[in-house]
């Protein structure tokens, strides 16, 4: 098993920058590709970024794109989220997940497809 602790959340004014950070503990990290997904009060959980066990390839929802980067040292264990232009739509709780994988540059953006979640951490943008 692995476990992941999101870090990095906190209220923040339209057009700034917050970066999360979503660390791991339990197995070889980097043999598993993570993503990012976060959920807003009353709507379901939605897919935001998501990276290859490798950090070759990366995919990001179109509503973040250009603004939020999603990166990964696995020899710090630690996958990151760096978040820009923030927007009051970017409000949610934000989670890291993990699926163990094989294949170098595969990502994975379904949630059902992970198997390791995180408790989550509060991003808020308000002014």
């Known amino acids: 098993q692995v476990q992941l602790v999101e870090s990095g959340g906190g209220l923040v004014q339209p057009g700034g920058s917050l970066m999360l950070s979503c660390a791991a503990s339990?197995?070889?990290?980097?043999?598993?590709?993570v993503g990012w997904f976060r959920q807003a009060p009353g709507k379901e959980r939605e897919f935001v970024a998501a990276?290859?066990?490798?950090?070759?390839?990366?995919y990001y929802a179109d509503y973040v794109k250009g603004r939020f980067t999603i990166s990964r040292d696995n020899a710090k264990n630690t996958v990151y989220l760096q978040m820009n232009s923030l927007k009051p739509t970017d409000t949610a709780e934000y989670y890291c997940?993990?699926?163990?994988?094989?294949?170098?540059?595969?990502?994975?953006?379904?949630?059902?497809?992970?198997?390791?979640w995180g408790q989550g951490t509060q991003v808020t943008v308000s002014s």
């Open positions: 997940a993990a699926k163990a994988s094989l294949r170098i540059a595969t990502f994975y953006n379904l949630d059902h497809e992970y198997e390791y």
């Open positions: 339990g197995r070889t990290f980097s043999d598993y590709a």
């Open positions: 990276i290859s066990l490798a950090g070759v390839s990366t």
